[in-house]
């Protein structure tokens, strides 16, 4: 049986693999406002924290709330120096130019 997680807003889903489990998309924003909600304790999460330039406001601040609450996390990012510093795992991505259509 699939463990589905779904969230609130809507984006739940799950990791396909030999260890299935739950995951879902959480703007920083919500994160800011409810944290008791999308971060509640007891419960073993791990976030991913992406934001193409790495300094994206709220998600430098969801960076510092989990530094305080002692919870890891993935930074991606194509520019690691703010947001990379915060974590101890950064995926830097190439910078690739935006192309319009």
Known sequence: MRNQLSSRT??????????EFPVHAVPASEVLLS???????????FPVLISRSGR?????QVAELLR???IEFL???CDANELGKLSARTLQLPVTEKRSS
Do not use: C, K, M, W
């Not at 944290?35 to 999460?45: F, K, S, V, Y």
């Open 10 to 19: 809507g984006r739940g889903g799950y990791v396909q693999g030999p260890d």
């Open 75 to 77: 930074a991606v990012t």
């Open 35 to 45: 944290p008791e909600l999308e971060l509640p304790e007891g419960t073993a999460i």
């Open 56 to 60: 994206t406001s709220e998600v430098l």
């Open 68 to 70: 305080q609450r002692n």
